[in-house]
């Protein structure tokens, strides 16, 4: 059973415009929540992360937004650029877990000119 | 970026050949991770260690063992590889805190393995 879902496998999005990723999770143990990105044959790197006791966390272009009543947790990108173009991973855990992380499936961003 | 490799980067082998795949950190963290990523599935949590010796398994721990003798490394093997083990292996580590709060993972730059 999946954990965590990212229902939509891919996205484009005009340069300079933003971009929406969605991410729900069903497990109401998850207490913190993080954003990877990942480029073709490298490791995912992380991007930014958002702990259950805020709503909102910005950083730069990026910010995260999460709806604990809704399960539900979105990253903006604003404006978006072509080097944005990667595969996004929507990541929570469980504090004092050792950090495991359980993934959704990822969400392909493509900016285009 | 977070000191870490792994070895092989690619790797091609046989039904039912052991295979063993290392990470290395310089990070000094005390926890290790090994996940496999396939595609629909995302990345899922294989086996992780929180200190030298000490193991656990994670969501798809079956047909996979890990040893850590050492801090810095972290080794996956698979005893009899089987088409179903054809993924590609990340690497990550963490310091995490416990319940102080949960630490970033930094991942390493994966190995692509092909089990034919």
């Known amino acids: 059973d999946q954990q965590v879902k990212q229902n939509s496998p891919s996205l484009s999005v005009q340069e300079g415009r933003i971009s929406i990723l969605n991410c729900d999770y069903t497990n109401s143990m998850f207490d913190y929540f993080l954003w990877y990105k990942k480029y073709p044959a490298e490791g995912p790197t992380f991007l930014i992360s958002i702990s259950s006791i805020k709503d909102k966390n910005e950083d730069g272009r990026f910010t995260v937004f999460l709806n604990k009543s809704a399960k539900h947790l979105s990253l903006h990108i604003v404006p978006s650029q072509p080097g944005d173009s990667a595969v996004y991973f929507c990541a929570a855990t469980i504090t004092g877990t050792a950090s495991k992380l359980t993934f959704g499936t990822g969400t392909r961003l493509q900016v285009t000119l | 970026d977070a000191g870490i490799t792994q070895s092989p980067r690619h790797k091609v082998t046989e039904t039912g050949t052991p295979v063993t795949l290392r990470c290395h950190q310089t990070e000094n963290h005390r926890y290790m991770y090994w996940y496999r990523q396939d595609p629909g599935h995302g990345l899922r949590l294989i086996h992780y260690?929180?200190?030298?010796?000490?193991?656990d398994k994670g969501e798809v721990s079956d047909g996979y063992s890990v040893s850590r003798s050492k801090t810095e490394d972290f080794l996956l093997t698979l005893e009899s590889a089987t088409s179903s083990q054809t993924s590609v292996y990340f690497c990550?580590?963490?310091?995490?805190?416990?319940?102080?709060?949960?630490?970033?993972?930094?991942f390493g730059p994966g190995t692509r393995l092909t089990v034919l």
């Open positions: 990550a580590i963490s310091s995490d805190r416990g319940l102080l709060g949960t630490d970033t993972q930094y």
């Open positions: 260690s929180y200190g030298v010796k000490d193991t």
